[in-house]
């Protein structure tokens, strides 16, 4: 188990660094602006749908990755703030 947890976090910092290059990729930053875009339009949803699709076509270390995001990102958001409760059309 701690050999696993050591694999994943060694993973999550190449993903981190690998993330970071293709955010200076003027064409990867161009085509997620025009999907961030397209995102903030959707109702709450459409996004839970969107992201579900997208999450299964992912790896079990990918998963790994965005449950520990997902997990601090709800440590650092009360419940009320989340975006499906900005005023979301819906």
Known sequence: AIDRW???LSYYERTL?????A????NFR???KAIEQWFS????PERTTALYSLLRHT???????FITVLQQLAQ????NTSPGHKGQHG
Do not use: G, H
């Open 76 to 79: 650092k958001d009360p419940v």
């Open 59 to 65: 790896t079990q270390v990918q998963i790994r990755f």
């Open 6 to 8: 050591f694999e994943d």
């Open 17 to 21: 660094e690998q993330m970071a290059k």
């Open 41 to 44: 339009v959707l109702t709450e």
């Open 30 to 32: 161009e085509e997620l």
């Open 23 to 26: 955010k200076l990729d003027d």
